[in-house]
């Protein structure tokens, strides 16, 4: 079956750096979702994508489509405290199944 | 979007015994989902929940264990039956809103199974 690979597993950074962190797939996919799940919650929808190709913003966060429609990366610009969770990236194929990434606890010291 | 609840948010159970979680959202969707997430790990998907017809299961996931209703287009229950410490996770509703692309989850909810 399909899986996605999302790196890095983990990050340590200082406040006001900025981030990158990416999923790859070993199929295509026609949708990209990239979320944050904070201790206790569920996962909040951050950003989502539809076109090979995408780029998109939310505030300090950009996340894009990769053109091969297997990968896709988010960044975060300028980080803060409350960044500190743990980011999910989420693939839809053409049967509009889901597969989640593993992935990216984000810490950030001040 | 949708705003999806769920209750308990969280529950401590004894071995043996039952927990029905309730999952509703505020608006009426087609698709609903229910996932597992162990602690530090991915979520997995348990099964999705059908509107008046019987849910489809994921590999590794059965009936018998995991019953599943979703009497109507708004809400959906998951029970986790004869439940024993491996059981212990966090269940996750989710559902499709914005057409059939976009996945929201709610709250979940924790369980500890003693």
């Known amino acids: 079956g399909q899986q996605l690979n999302q790196s890095p597993q983990s990050m340590f950074i200082q406040e006001g750096e900025d981030v990158s962190m990416n999923c790859t797939s070993s199929s295509i996919f026609n949708t990209w979702l990239w979320y944050k799940q904070d201790p206790g919650e569920g996962p909040v929808l951050l950003i989502a994508?539809?076109?090979?190709?995408e780029l998109t913003s939310n505030g300090r966060l950009t996340a894009q489509f990769g053109i091969t429609r297997k990968d896709s990366f988010l960044n975060i610009s300028a980080s803060i405290p409350s960044d500190v969770g743990i980011y999910f990236c989420?693939?839809?194929?053409?049967?509009?199944?889901?597969?989640f990434g593993s992935g990216t606890k984000l810490n950030v010291k001040p | 979007s949708a705003v999806i609840s769920q209750k308990p948010s969280r529950d401590i159970c004894q071995r043996g015994t039952s927990l029905t979680i309730q999952c509703q959202v505020d608006s009426q969707v087609t698709m609903m989902f229910w996932y597992r997430q162990q602690p530090g790990q991915s979520l997995t998907l348990i099964a999705t929940a059908n509107q008046g017809s019987e849910a489809t299961y994921e590999s590794g996931f059965v009936i018998d264990k995991f019953p599943i209703s979703r009497p109507n287009l708004t809400f959906s229950t998951l029970t986790v039956s004869n439940m024993s410490p491996e059981d212990s996770s966090i269940y996750l509703c989710s559902s499709l809103a914005g057409g059939p692309e976009t996945q929201y989850f709610g709250p979940g909810t924790r369980l500890l199974v003693l």
């Open positions: 989420a693939g839809r194929n053409n049967f509009n199944k889901f597969y």
């Open positions: 994508l539809y076109k090979a190709g």
